[in-house]
C-alpha cells in the first residue's frame, strides 16, 4: 500500500506557471507507474499526464501536451508536474494516482489503485 500526498496548488493567473508535487510513502515507489489526473466541478476525472516506473516514458492529455510536463524522482518517491501556460480552463482538482499493472501508461482512472487527496489549481482570466 501507498500514501499519496499533492501539494503546490494554489491561484494563478492566466498563462502564469505551477508546480505540482506528489509525495509517496509506504511501498516502494517503483512499485507503481504514476499519473496526474484533475478534475472540475460536475466533469469526470481527466487524464493529464503519466510516467513509468522507470521515468523514461511519459504520455500526456490532449490538454496538457506542449504545455504541461511530468517527472518523477524515485530517490525521493515524488512525481512532478510542471504547467506553462496555465489557462482558466485548467482549473480543476488535481489528483496523483498510482497504479501497480504492467499495462504501460493507463490513461483510465479506474485502472488506478490508490490516489491523494487533491490539490486545488484555479486559474483566473
Known amino acids: 500500500q501507498v500514501q499519496l500526498v499533492e501539494s503546490g496548488g494554489g491561484l494563478v493567473q492566466a498563462k502564469d506557471s505551477l508546480t505540482l508535487s506528489c509525495a509517496a510513502s509506504?511501498?516502494?515507489?517503483?512499485?507503481?507507474?504514476m499519473a496526474w489526473f484533475r478534475q472540475a466541478p460536475g466533469k469526470e476525472r481527466e487524464f493529464v499526464a503519466g510516467i513509468t516506473r522507470s521515468g523514461r516514458g511519459t504520455a500526456y492529455g490532449e490538454s496538457a501536451e506542449g504545455r504541461f510536463t511530468i517527472s518523477r524522482d524515485n530517490a525521493k518517491s515524488t512525481v512532478y508536474l510542471l504547467m506553462n501556460s496555465l489557462q482558466p480552463g485548467d482549473t480543476a482538482a488535481y489528483y496523483c494516482?498510482?497504479?501497480?499493472?504492467?499495462?504501460?501508461?493507463?490513461?483510465?482512472?479506474?485502472?488506478?489503485?490508490?490516489w491523494g487527496q487533491g490539490t486545488q489549481v484555479t486559474v483566473s482570466a
Open positions: 509506504g511501498r516502494t515507489f517503483t512499485t507503481y507507474e
Open positions: 494516482g498510482a497504479q501497480t499493472g504492467f499495462y504501460g501508461i493507463v490513461r483510465d482512472p479506474k485502472q488506478y489503485d490508490y
